[in-house]
């Protein structure tokens, strides 16, 4: 725990930093799907596919959803995440961010709803390369911390290719994704 604790710390530091003569900033308007992987305990490890987005209500307030399928040899499973959140410009590259979410499971063998409180940070590190950091945690039966940490290259303004590495208690998920910003 304390090497994630610090691993964390140190890689939401290094976001902060601005980096000079990029002009790119955060987009808070986008649709992206692609496919997704889980890794779980006991030799869980479904694969499927996700649609998630983010659009922006104002300058700081922001709706966000993501809908997963994914089977297995022993279940099939759907996830869904509906919320909010407010988010913070710290310089032209870099927005910080906190949210809400309710979170739902539907598996062949569990149905269950629960929460999500997430934090984390958006930044350009290039023109054409934005990276995130979040640190959040999930109350579905039992609480669990998340950490999820990601990167996207952009292809153009509105077009961009990524991928995203989420660590969690029961499972790891990894996810690669087209994004299309409106």
Do not use: C
């Amino acid at each position: 725990m304390k090497n994630t604790v610090f691993l964390t710390s140190a890689a939401l530091a290094f976001l902060f930093v601005p980096v000079p003569g990029t002009a790119a900033t955060p987009d808070w308007r986008y649709l992206e799907g692609g496919y997704l992987s889980y890794d779980g305990d006991g030799g869980f490890d479904p694969d499927g596919l996700q649609i998630n987005g983010k659009y922006s209500l104002d300058k700081h307030f922001y709706l966000n959803g993501e809908y997963g399928w994914a089977e297995s040899r022993s279940a099939d499973f759907t996830t869904l995440t509906l919320g909010g959140g407010y988010r913070l410009r710290l310089n032209p590259t870099t927005d910080v961010y906190v949210g809400a979410n309710f979170e739902r499971i539907d598996s062949d063998y569990y149905d269950n709803n629960g929460y999500s409180l997430v934090g984390g940070v958006r930044s350009f590190i290039t023109p054409d390369i934005e990276v995130n950091g979040e640190l959040g945690y999930l109350d579905i039966d039992e609480g669990d911390m998340t950490f999820k940490a990601g990167a996207y290259y952009y292809l153009n303004p509105q077009l961009a290719v990524g991928a995203n590495y989420e660590l969690m208690d029961d499972a790891d998920v990894f996810q690669l994704s087209g994004r299309y910003v409106f």
